[in-house]
């Protein structure tokens, strides 16, 4: 606590902190307290950025304290470090500038003496984080006056607050809008106008639920799903930084991510596989099953890593600092990377709880660990796929060392003569007389081709080794002990401070006691205890977050919009018992994402129209359709947008799995790569899933780019949506869009015929799922008055394309 307390003319505290008889511990602060800090104290702690991150301005700052934690603990003066510090127990003695008089300690001891404490005093104080950091328990299901509106309990949740409101749902969506809005939501696919029509024409009552258990079952839904996960991973195949080296088997990860949402693994063991999954192995598991779990520990390798060893010691604080950071926002949803450089300024977590939770890592290291192959991952064709790398390397190698022998002796022969050795024009005849010329144009490319196709296949091998982007934990015997935790002051590596033991947050447990770490043969330990901690049912935050994020990502807006921050500088929920009826059901249903899902969508809620007849006057009310009034307006991901389009041109190859796929970049970007060469892939190969895709942290697609895709160097708990004017650009005059414009014309002719009016009809009802207006129809068909059809069709593409109708979801 090093402050620099000026020296002050001394109130006369002893009568003042004797006149109150406070009725709580904040007014005792208020009236005993306070005075004599703002009197002795004020220069240093009550300005804007105070002297050891510690604020006198209210009772909250005082119990959150500076770099060494709280400054008191209510009904304990001993054990407050205010006291301390005046008394001079600890160093240096306050103020610097002059010492309290003996009567003043005796009063501020007396006074927090006079308060009552509270077993967790910082949740205690704030009514909401008391909510939101006990485990939650189910809530009465409400009740409410329009009772035939309400499938599920979901609906009567959201009804109630809307009638508290006097408010009501929006009539339900048209069965096109809504086949349109689960299918884009499940499988991030549009349905073909067949699917339309025979859902349009299912009179069955369960005619919904039915495509609803359909989609949840179709292995695209894993691929839709795992690209949400993947944004908050901070996933992709390269280190990052000036170099932003590859990670040639990371992609195995991708692929747990797919697998882990297509089998409904339970939440609760997915959490800890991508934590822990070396230490869930034993001998009673497949060399299948520890092959997995090691590939699921990619998740402590997702972040951006540089490789320097002048630095090994800050790079290896700075993996620790965000690996805490990262596994303490994505599952329990609470900014403890704020807490690393002083105490949490909102929450009430104490810098001394980041590096105890961060000393469950303290022995963790990034490893390429052996890692078999599994059958899902189609061993035998990655191993085709290896060796046909393998031999045709070898043979372009030997080819290129041919050939630049070959232009070496030219080279060479030409060196021999100089201009100045003879006239220019004897110099211009010798040089026209040597045996071979010194480069030809068609040599130049032969060399350039060569040595590409040669690096193009060695860089590949890798991709297809049987190894994992894991890690990995060291302990003894191959280190005398785990390495020793501190708290950092200031977060700086170089000022340690206390030696902290690996342990949860206080403010959700309560106690600042260790974790009990017991013995494991396959690591320290560590690592499991604290998965095991946060993927238990009385943590209260994992089943909360997640059910949020999935509610989220069904309706627009989560029901607290910071699904990444749900403590106290977050936003509130906007039904905080539906929230914990939701994370209840999670609970009770083993864990299982895919029975949310299937609560959420079968809803009244989520089958509202996007349109409400009381628009205007609900919108003066609930501006922003917090209390889901109508269902949001949802716009497509980059992603889903391309992969649509590749969809409708009927060009979209489906095959799953395996290395990332390298698109077609421009020319001068591909040359700006110092230590990394960008070869396209085979054309079949770039028409897949944008998932598939491959993801350098310095690359960003340009449809990617425009439509907000996720950053991928930090945790995207959240894309942005902008409207911006290269969103145009590129669905109008891109390659791509043009390109697939083309073959979408030629699907529509196919499928149509020659007829303009039925070729105008086929091409809505595929990209839009609708019949064209008659207006429309007239509008189109001018297109065709100078064109062709294909290129009528073409253009016509294009311009579907581009409808808010084609990227909104209604």
């Known amino acids: 606590m090093r402050s620099c307390w000026p020296a002050a003319v001394l109130m006369p505290v002893t009568c003042f902190l004797a006149a109150s008889s406070p009725s709580s511990n904040e007014s005792i602060f208020r009236e005993q307290i306070l005075p004599v800090l703002q009197a002795n104290c004020a220069t240093c702690h009550a300005v804007a950025n105070p002297a050891s991150d510690f604020s006198i301005k209210t009772f909250d700052d005082i119990l959150r304290g500076g770099k060494h934690g709280p400054a008191i603990t209510p009904g304990k003066s001993d054990e407050s470090l205010l006291v301390q510090y005046v008394r001079g127990e600890k160093t240096p003695k306050m103020p610097m500038g002059g010492a309290l008089p003996d009567a003043a300690i005796t009063s501020l001891a007396a006074a927090i003496d006079r308060m009552q404490p509270a077993q967790n005093q ?3 104080r704030d009514a909401y984080l008391d909510w939101v950091l006990h485990a939650p328990k189910p809530p009465a299901i409400p009740g409410v006056k329009r009772k035939e509106w309400v499938k599920n309990p979901v609906d009567a949740f959201i009804l109630s607050k809307l009638e508290e409101k006097g408010l009501e749902p929006a009539p339900t969506a048209n069965r096109r809008a809504l086949l349109r809005r689960v299918y884009f939501d499940l499988i991030g696919l549009p349905p073909s106008p067949e699917e339309i029509e025979h859902f349009i024409n299912d009179p069955s009552a369960d005619a919904y639920e039915k495509v609803v258990d359909k989609l949840l079952a179709d292995r ?12 908050l991973v901070r996933y992709a195949e390269t280190d990052g930084f000036a170099i932003d080296s590859e990670r040639p088997t990371a992609w195995r990860y991708r692929d747990y991510v ?13 959490v800890k596989e991508q934590l822990a999954g070396d230490e869930l192995t034993g001998k009673q598991f497949s060399a299948e099953k520890r092959s997995e779990r090691l590939v699921a520990l990619g998740f402590l390798r997702m972040g951006p890593w540089e490789a320097d060893a002048n630095f090994r010691t800050q790079l290896r604080q700075d993996f620790l600092n965000e690996v805490t950071s990262t596994t303490a926002s994505m599952f329990l949803g609470l900014t403890v990377g704020c807490a690393r450089c002083h105490n949490h300024k909102y929450d009430p977590i104490p810098q001394r709880d980041f590096y105890r939770m961060q000393a469950f890592f303290a022995a963790t290291k990034i490893d390429e660990r052996a890692a078999a192959f599994m059958e899902v991952e189609h061993p035998d064709e990655l191993k085709r796929l290896r060796r046909k790398c393998e031999d045709e390397a070898e043979p372009a190698s030997g080819s290129l060392k041919k050939l630049e022998e070959r232009l070496k002796q030219n080279y060479i022969e030409a060196k021999h003569l100089k201009p100045d050795d003879k006239t220019a024009g004897d110099f211009q005849k010798a040089l026209k007389d040597a045996k071979d010329p010194i480069y030809t144009a068609e040599e130049r490319q032969a060399w350039q081709e060569s040595k590409d196709l040669a690096r193009k296949l060695n860089e590949a091998i890798p991709r297809y080794s049987p190894v994992a982007y894991s890690a990995a934990d060291v302990t003894p015997p191959d280190v005398p002990a785990v390495a020793d935790t501190y708290v950092l002051a200031g977060g700086e590596l170089a ?19 260790p974790a009990k770490i017991p013995y494991s043969d396959d690591g320290s330990g560590r690592r499991l205890v604290l998965a095991e901690w946060i993927a238990s049912p009385e943590n209260p935050l994992a089943s909360r977050v997640m059910v949020n994020r999935l509610w989220q990502y069904h309706f627009g807006d989560g029901i607290i919009r910071t699904p990444s921050d749900v403590g106290k500088n977050g936003d509130r929920p906007s039904n905080p018992e539906l929230l914990d009826w939701l994370a209840v059901q999670f609970l009770e249903k083993k864990w299982s994402i895919k029975a949310v899902h299937k609560l959420m969508l079968t809803s009244n809620a989520y089958q509202q129209s996007a349109e409400s007849p009381e628009a205007k006057r609900y919108a003066e009310i609930d501006p922003n359709n917090r209390l889901l009034w109508r269902m949001n307006w949802i716009r497509l991901e980059a992603e889903v947008v391309r992969d649509s389009i590749l969809a409708l041109s009927g060009r979209l190859q489906s095959c799953d799995g395996g290395p990332g796929v390298f698109l077609n970049i421009p020319a001068d970007v591909a040359e700006g790569f110092e230590f990394f060469k960008w070869f396209p892939s085979d054309e079949q190969e770039q028409l897949r899933r944008t998932i598939y895709t491959f993801q350098r942290r310095s690359v960003v697609m340009p449809m990617m780019e425009v439509f907000d895709g996720a950053n991928m160097s930090e945790s995207c708990a959240r894309r942005n949506i902008t409207t911006v004017a290269p969103q145009a650009f590129s669905l109008l005059n891109s390659e791509f869009t043009n390109t697939e414009a083309k073959y979408f014309a030629g699907r529509v002719m196919k499928l149509a015929g020659n007829d303009a009016e039925r070729q105008i009809d086929e091409a809505f009802r595929l990209a839009l799922g609708r019949a064209p207006t008659v207006e429309e129809t007239g509008k189109a068909r001018a297109l065709f008055v100078h064109s062709d059809a294909r290129d009528a069709l073409t253009r016509l593409a294009v311009v579907l394309f581009n409808l808010n109708e084609f990227i909104y979801l209604e």
């Open 220 to 231: 695209r839904y894993g691929e839709r799903w795992a690209r949400h996960w993947l944004d």
């Open 495 to 513: 000022a340690k401070g206390e030696k902290v033991e690996p342990g949860f947050l206080e403010c959700i447990t309560g106690t600042r006691e």
């Open 258 to 270: 797919i697998r882990a949402f297509n089998d409904d693994k339970p939440y609760n063991l997915f």
């Open 122 to 124: 910082a949740a205690a």
